[in-house]
Each structure stands twice: as C-alpha cells, then as structure tokens.
C-alpha cells in the first residue's frame, strides 16, 4: 500500500553498501522507517530528501515489516542548518529528544507542529539555544510530566513570590516555601519566562534574545527534570556541553546585539 505523508527526517542510517534506513517523524502516521534503496549515491533522486532535519512530502511503499520509501518532494531543505554548526547541534538534540520520547507508530500532529516550527525557527536564524529550550520545556507532558506554573502547586495561590520545587514539579509560592528546602527562588521576569517557554507557540513568539546567563539557568531547571523525572541524558547533549565549556573553538557568528527580552 502506497502512503503520501507530509514529514521531516529525524535520522538516517547507512544499510549496505548504496542504501540508508530513514526514520520519518510524519504528520498522519507518527514515526516510521522505511529504506531508502541507492540513497546513498549522489545520483540519487533519493539522496536529498533522505537528508536529517528535510521536510517534505514522502511516499511510502508499506507492507508487513519495514516500509519502501519511493519517492519524496522537498518542502524545506533546512540547507542553512546543516551549514551552522551551532544550528546543527541544537537542532540535533532537538530531534534526538522527539526521537527518544517517541516510542509507537501513532499520530502526534501537535508535537510534529512543534517540531516544525522549532527547524522553522532555526533555519530562520533565530537562536537554536533559545529554540531548544522552547522544544524542551513543550516536550514534558509528552515524557509523562505536567508541570504546574500557572498557580502555587501546593495551595493554588497565583500572586506573591514563586520558586520551582522538582520534588512538587512545579512553582511554589512564598507561603509554601517550607515544604521544600531545595526550592530555586525565581524573579518575576524568569516566572514569566517560563512560562512562556512552556505554552506559547514558537511560531507567535518572535525573535527573543536573551542573555546566556538567562538561558543557562532555565536550561538547568529543565535538564534537572528530564535527568531525575524522566530519566534520559541525550547523546547529542554531550557535544552542546562541550561547545560551551570552549566556546574558543566553536566562534559564533557576528550578530548585532540586541537587548534583552524577558
């Protein structure tokens, strides 16, 4: 049975000597693999859309096992993030994480929306730090876990100070301090912040610049929940660790400054 699905490459495999095992993150079928026969020639009318981060129209052979794919239509190359190396880092763990927080075959329309608005993002050049951070906080519930930030997790209030409590996953006001001592006390700006990351959609929220400060401390709230809640460290989170660790190595690329958004 032959199948049209609007998708993006999440990754590719070589198999053999001329052929790739593509796995496809599709609107209408979830994650699927499918082999792509001599994509691995340049030759091939297969070559460029069997490319990580492509978006595009693919047509799949279906059978029992392991699908065909026959053809495909680029819609996005996202030429420009394979040509970054900071875009290609982030938006590599960015389709690491889908990948790994992505287990059967069903449709997920609202995370391949959130996807494709993230590689969007990127290719556009905005900053793929920021971007994975939206990317980041989105994918909680789909790892299982619902974050209260809207209201104090313990007695509902919605005013006065907040901190985030891992152990209560979630905001915690000033009243409620006590029942945990580990809490990480927030300004107002980095309780907005949070927020904003959590339920705005990428696509309305514009090009927000932040300082690196700012975005390390949101990233290590994060982080902390998917190490201790969901119990995953990404492959790809390795090398972003070590582009930070000797930005001498990684030069950025010369952009105006632009002040802080919060």
């Given amino acids: 049975m032959l199948q049209k699905v609007e998708g993006i490459v999440l990754r590719a495999s070589s198999y053999g000597e001329s052929n790739k095992i593509v796995t496809i993150f599709s609107r209408e079928l979830g994650k699927r693999a499918a082999m792509a026969r001599g994509a691995k020639k340049p030759t091939s009318r297969l ?3 069997s490319q990580p981060f492509t978006y595009g129209y693919f047509l ?4 029992r096992g392991m699908g065909t794919l026959q053809q495909g239509e ?11 190396i900071f875009a290609t880092a982030y938006a590599s763990f960015i389709m690491e994480l889908v990948d790994k927080l992505i287990d059967d075959e069903s449709p997920k329309p609202h995370l391949f ?27 909680l519930p789909t790892a299982g876990i619902y974050p209260t930030l809207h209201q104090c997790t313990n007695c509902g209030a919605t005013d006065g100070e ?24 927030l300004s107002p700006s980095q309780v907005k912040l949070i927020r ?33 809640q969901v119990g ?16 001498e190595f990684f030069p950025p690329k010369t952009e105006n400054p632009s002040p802080e958004e919060e």
């Avoid at 929306?113 to 994918?139: G, N, R, T």
């Fill in 47 to 49: 070559a460029s859309i």
């Fill in 196 to 228: 904003t990351f959590y339920t705005v959609p990428i696509d309305q929220v514009g090009k927000l610049t932040l300082k690196k400060e700012t975005k390390g401390f949101i990233k290590k709230i994060v982080r902390t929940i998917y190490s201790e």
């Fill in 60 to 63: 799949i052979q279906q059978g």
């Fill in 113 to 139: 929306e959130i996807l494709q608005q993230a590689l969007h993002a990127i290719s556009e050049e905005y900053d793929p730090e920021a971007i994975s951070l939206f990317v980041e906080w989105k994918l």
């Fill in 232 to 247: 995953i460290r990404l492959k790809s989170q390795s090398f972003l660790d070590q582009m930070e660790k000797t930005p």
């Fill in 74 to 84: 680029i819609i996005d190359s996202m030429r420009s993030i394979r040509e970054d």
């Fill in 162 to 185: 907040f901190a985030f409590s891992f152990s209560q996953i979630g905001f915690l006001c000033h009243r409620c301090f006590s029942i945990d001592p580990y809490i990480i006390r």
